[in-house]
């Protein structure tokens, strides 16, 4: 995906080797950029091109959803609450300036600075409690919002809110919806790796292994865990605006879904929870599957049984993500071919100090990282 | 205006009965696992439709129906731990299980929906429409019978907690799991069981659920499980007296609300909990929350 950002730290094979490996992530990135970028020309279907809209939105989403909970660990299952005020933001504002065409894409600032606002309260009081009460605090914060937009007039009510339809030519209607979204995606998978490379992401990290710890060496937590909730309210706010603008209408079960949370829990899981590019293989995997079984299912129902199979799939079989996984398997091969190469040549001394080195490279990992993967399994209960 | 609001206090007891029992089966399961099973509101619309179908079908009584649901919910509930929570490792064991009982509400609502479709259904009995007059009240013998089993229930509940041999290995695992299982207690059969216990009361919430509330679908889950998280955490996560006050505390707020506007008495639900939890981030009865992750 963009270039495997969390494939682990080179191990010490040699500059020569680090620098091929360091540039291999940005030439991977940039060649799926690309991709990304060629895709509308090369696909027109418009079917295939609405399931790859909802997909870059969705991976947005995600990116962002990581940023606030795969770093910190705070678990929020209530993002559907900016999900939808961004949603219901470019909605209201599009119907009261009768903005239509490119103009609405404008209001995605807007959207992005409602999403913003309403955060920093709920931020405020939901900050307070950690894991469990969190959620369950994030999870009451959306009912509040979907009960108060069925019950307010100038949400519509249960009807909600019309988008303005665009008059683009029908062959690429799909196009201007694509860009904006790939370049949602772009700005926050920059976010997500601009943190996660700083000061402020190794704080975030540090809250989301031991926040008593982290307190006590000078992190002043509740600014920093606010900051990231903002951050990625303001992306998930920008997606549900543009989300809102491409299916054309809003209404309080649709921009207010239980299901947008779980999915966007479930693809930040599947690829590998804190990774960068974890959320969106997470969205590029699991959306598109989502899509092609409700239109494979028209019977919305059984789409919902196996998309809840899925989900279990996923959780039980994958519980740390497709990239954490893989980047322990490249590790521990790696250090076996290593200690074999060692074993043919020099004395069995250097060989321990290798897979020593071999050791201490794997557990000086950032993320995952499997020494406390390992304590958490110990501790684990039933 | 005085008499209404008599009556809005003895519904939102009465119905607070019904949610307390819901609600202590969602605690418990938390205080031994350290897990919010998110499917226990879809779990009581199955115990509604399990009712409803022992009632409709084989014209058996809904409380003698009881006597078959509540086991069958009990090995639903061991099943769901057993298949889906137990394997659960790792660091983020506690968010996965939230997970993955969020997926096994779906699959089961996903069921419902093809089993019934989408249309309400109502449980009917005799005793739901006729109503007694009591100290100037007029009451459905539903809410009196439906208040004395769950209370009942409760104290069955308490007993089995406090009296019991069992209960006490209950109790040791809530306290410190890793301490039980040095003195030689079977934590996993614990947790299997309690889940079980936890999930089996909602047959009978379930059941009540469906004679009371004017209507089910298999959407109804949804709200029942946002207004059951609310009355566990108010109360204090793992306490058992906590979620019997709060839910009598919400219900009735819920219903006095409802009297000047019925389209903001659920969100009052939240709202309560917002505010207490700004005052009280542990809720109502709750211990001072672990420091430690």
């Given at each position: 995906m963009t270039g495997g950002t969390a494939a682990p730290r080179p191990p010490a094979g040699g500059p020569a080797r680090r620098l091929a490996l360091a540039a291999w992530r940005p030439a991977g990135a940039l060649a799926f950029l690309v991709i990304l970028l060629v895709f509308p020309l090369a696909f027109q279907n418009p079917t295939v091109t609405t399931i790859a809209v909802d997909t870059l939105i969705f991976a947005a989403a995600a990116v962002a959803w990581n940023i606030f909970s795969g770093y910190s660990g705070y678990i929020s299952l209530g993002h559907a609450v900016f999900f939808g005020a961004g949603a219901y933001t470019v909605g209201i504002a599009a119907r009261a300036w009768h903005t239509t065409g490119d103009g609405v894409f404008v209001l995605l600032l807007l959207a992005a600075a409602v999403a913003g606002g309403l955060s920093v309260p709920l931020g405020l009081i939901a900050l307070r409690v950690r894991r469990h009460t969190f959620v369950v605090i994030t999870i009451a914060f959306f009912f509040i919002a979907q009960l108060t937009v069925t019950n307010l007039t100038v949400t519509g009510g249960s009807s909600g809110i019309l988008a303005p339809s665009p008059n683009w030519d029908p062959a690429t209607f799909n196009n201007p919806f694509y860009y904006v979204a790939l370049a949602l995606l772009v700005i926050a998978t920059a976010a997500s790796w601009l943190i996660r490379r700083s000061r402020f992401g190794l704080q975030l990290r540090a809250i989301r292994d031991d926040e008593d710890r982290a307190a006590g060496l000078g992190v002043r937590a509740m600014p920093v865990k606010l900051t990231a909730f903002v951050i990625s309210a303001v992306v998930t706010g920008m997606a549900g605006g543009l989300w809102f603008y491409f299916i054309g209408q809003a209404i309080p079960q649709f921009a207010f879904d239980p299901l947008f949370d779980l999915s966007v829990v479930v693809m930040a899981f599947f690829g590998g929870l804190g990774t960068i590019a974890g959320p969106i293989l997470g969205a590029l995997v699991i959306e598109p599957a989502q899509q092609w079984l409700t239109l494979q299912y028209t019977n919305e129902y059984l789409s919902e049984i196996l998309l809840g199979a899925l989900f279990l799939l996923v959780i039980l079989a994958l519980p740390r993500g497709v990239i954490p996984t893989a980047a322990e398997l490249i590790t521990r091969f790696r250090a076996r071919r290593r200690s074999r190469r060692a074993e043919a040549g020099p004395p069995a001394a250097v060989t321990a100090a290798a897979a020593r080195a071999g050791q201490a490279g794997t557990a000086a990992r950032?993320?995952?990282?499997p020494a406390g993967q390992a304590r958490a399994g110990r501790e684990a209960g039933p | 205006m005085g008499r209404q609001i008599y009556e809005a206090i003895v519904d939102g007891i009465l119905g607070g009965g019904i949610y307390a029992l819901m609600a202590v089966g969602l605690t418990l399961i938390f205080g031994v696992l350290?897990?919010?099973?998110?499917?226990q509101g879809i779990l009581v619309v199955l115990g509604a439709y399990l009712s409803y179908v022992l009632s409709v079908h084989?014209?058996?009584d809904l409380f003698v129906g009881l006597l078959i649901t509540v086991p069958v919910m009990f090995v639903i509930g061991v099943a769901i731990q057993w298949l889906f929570m137990r394997p659960l490792r790792g660091r983020e064991r506690a968010t996965m299980s939230l997970l993955a009982a969020y997926a096994v509400a779906l699959i089961i609502e996903g069921i419902l929906y093809r089993v019934f479709g989408p249309n309400f259904v109502v449980l009917k009995a005799s005793y739901i429409t006729s109503s007694v007059h009591l100290f100037g009240f007029y009451l459905s013998y539903i809410y009196l019978y439906g208040f004395a089993l769950a209370v009942a229930c409760v104290a069955a509940l308490y007993l089995l907690l406090y009296r019991t041999r069992f209960g006490r290995s209950v109790r040791a695992t809530m306290q410190d799991q890793t301490a039980a299982r040095l003195i030689g207690i079977d934590v996993n059969r614990v947790a299997a069981l309690t889940f079980g216990i936890g999930v089996a009361v909602t047959a009978i919430g379930g059941m009540m659920f469906g004679a009371t509330s004017g209507g089910f679908n298999p959407n109804s889950g949804y709200d029942l499980i946002s207004r059951l998280l609310a009355i566990i955490i108010l109360g204090g996560l793992g306490s058992i007296g906590g979620a019997l006050a709060a839910a009598v505390f919400m219900t009735t707020a819920e219903s006095l609300v409802d009297i000047w506007s019925p389209d903001w008495a659920v969100v009052v639900f939240y709202a309560a909990l917002v505010l207490v939890l700004v005052i009280r981030p542990s809720g109502l009865f709750g211990k001072r929350l672990a420091r430690a992750q």
């Open positions: 950032p993320d995952p990282d | 350290d897990i919010i099973n998110i499917a084989l014209h058996i």
